[in-house]
Structures are given as C-alpha cells and as structure tokens.
C-alpha cells in the first residue's frame, strides 16, 4: 500500500488545518502520529473502516478524524492548534488492526505542521 498525504503547513495558535491521507488501496485503519524535536513519537488519531475512532490525549477535544472509504481517504480537521501541536505529522496505515499495533504498518512521508504563538 501507497500512502500520499498532504495539508500540512504554518498556521497561527488558535488556527485551523485539515491533514489528508490517501492509500492505494482499501485498507482497515488509518490515521497519524506525529513526532516534534526530543520528543517522543505519539499518536494522534487513528480510525477503523467501521469508524471507531481513537484519539491521543493532548489532541482530544481539538482535533477530528475522519474517513471515506470508497476513496481510501482519512481527514485530520486540526481546530484550536497550540504550539505544542508543532511537529511532523506522518501517516499510518494498519492492514488487519488498529495503527497503534505495531504489526502490518504502512508509514507514509511525513508532513510538517508548524503552530505560530
């Protein structure tokens, strides 16, 4: 599987951005961790093909994933960006579990979100 995300950038705190990523094909979960300078990968949100979805705790009330299934596509509406937000956001796709498994993974390229204060 092919992952080809985009949507990152620089936005001001309290902004909005919207992460897609989009596979090659169907696949059972999707979503993004992210990574900022010494710090610990982590997750952000994941989603299955049947909609369940997991969030990580700093990005839970802010942050929305979502997904289509006929175009292999998930959605990361980021709202109420803060600084700590910033960092490379990369896109995961698990094929047969959830992408915090660390089994059947697909990473793809990363994307950059940079939060101004």
């Known amino acids: 599987v092919q992952l080809q995300a985009s949507g990152g950038g620089l936005v001001q705190a309290g902004g909005s951005l919207r992460l897609s990523c989009t596979a090659s094909?169907?696949?059972?979960?999707m979503g993004w961790f992210r990574q900022a300078p010494g710090r610990q990968r982590e997750l952000v949100a994941s989603?299955?093909?049947?909609?369940?979805?997991n969030y990580g705790d700093s990005v839970k009330g802010r942050f929305t994933i979502s997904r289509d299934n006929v175009k292999n596509t998930v959605y990361l509406q980021m709202n109420g960006l803060k600084s700590e937000d910033t960092a490379v956001y990369y896109c995961v796709a698990g094929r047969y579990a959830d992408i915090t498994i660390p089994v059947n993974r697909k990473w793809g390229q990363g994307t950059l979100v940079t939060v101004s204060s």
């Open positions: 094909e169907s696949i059972f979960s």
């Open positions: 989603i299955s093909s049947g909609g369940t979805t």
